[in-house]
C-alpha cells in the first residue's frame, strides 16, 4: 500500500509539472523488466517495473528531469538461502527517485537513438521467510542506450536498457557482511509526451 501511495504522489506531481509546457516539455511512463543482485545470486533476479518521468529541454540534444522506477524480485529458493538468518529470501521490492539526462544523436527522421545517465536514490525492503523484513537503501548510477520513435509532434514511444550500479549502501539489510545488490540493469518500453 506504501508503494502504491508512493507511486501514486509521485505520478500526481509528474503530471501536474506537465501543465507547464513551456518549462517541462515531455512526461511519461515506462514498463518491463528490472533485474537486482541479491547477495552472490547468479543469474540475477528479474521481476515486473514500472516508471514514471518528467524532462525539459536543455538544447536540441539533451533533456534532462526526475524520474521514478518500481520494481519487485520474486522468490527463488534454489539459489537464496541466509544461512546467517536461517530464512529464504522470499522477495524485495525497490523504489527509486532520482535524475536523468537523456543525449539524442543528431540524426533526421523519426527514429532518435540515444545514451542515458542519472543517478537515483533507491529504498528497498527484503522479505526473508514468513516474517523478516529487512530495510535499506543505495545510490544507484544508471548509464544505458535506446530509440525512440516520434509518433506524431506530441507522443513518442521508446525502448531503452540500462545498467544500474550501486553504491553506498545503507540500512539493516547491508549491516556486517551485507547482502549485495550492486549489480543491476532494466530493460523499458516507455510513452511519452510533450504537451
Do not use: C
Not at 521481476?47 to 539533451?62: T, Y
Not at 550501486?166 to 523499458?188: I, K, P, R
Amino acid at each position: 500500500m506504501q508503494t502504491f501511495l508512493a507511486g501514486a504522489a509521485i505520478g500526481a506531481a509528474f503530471f501536474a509539472m506537465a501543465q507547464r509546457a513551456e518549462a517541462l516539455p515531455n512526461v511519461g511512463a515506462e514498463i518491463g523488466v528490472s533485474q537486482r543482485a541479491v547477495d552472490w545470486v547468479e543469474p540475477l533476479l528479474a521481476g515486473f517495473a514500472f516508471g514514471l518521468h518528467a524532462e525539459m529541454d536543455l538544447g536540441p540534444l539533451v533533456r534532462l528531469g526526475p524520474y521514478y522506477l518500481h520494481y519487485e524480485l520474486p522468490s527463488d529458493d534454489r539459489y537464496i538461502y541466509f544461512p546467517e538468518e536461517g530464512a529464504w529470501f522470499a522477495s524485495g521490492t525497490f523504489n527509486t527517485v532520482g535524475l536523468r539526462s537523456r543525449f539524442f544523436l543528431p540524426l533526421a527522421g523519426s527514429l532518435k537513438p540515444y545514451l542515458v545517465a542519472g543517478f537515483g536514490y533507491t529504498w528497498l525492503r527484503y522479505q526473508l521467510g514468513r516474517v523478516r523484513n529487512y530495510g535499506g537503501h543505495f545510490v544507484e548510477l544508471p548509464i544505458g542506450a535506446g530509440l525512440a520513435y516520434e509518433v506524431n509532434e506530441k507522443w513518442s514511444i521508446s525502448l531503452d536498457a540500462a545498467y544500474r550500479p550501486a553504491v553506498l549502501f545503507g540500512g539493516q539489510t547491508f549491516e556486517g557482511d551485507g547482502h549485495n545488490a550492486s549489480t543491476g540493469t532494466s530493460f523499458l518500453l516507455g510513452v511519452s509526451f510533450s504537451p
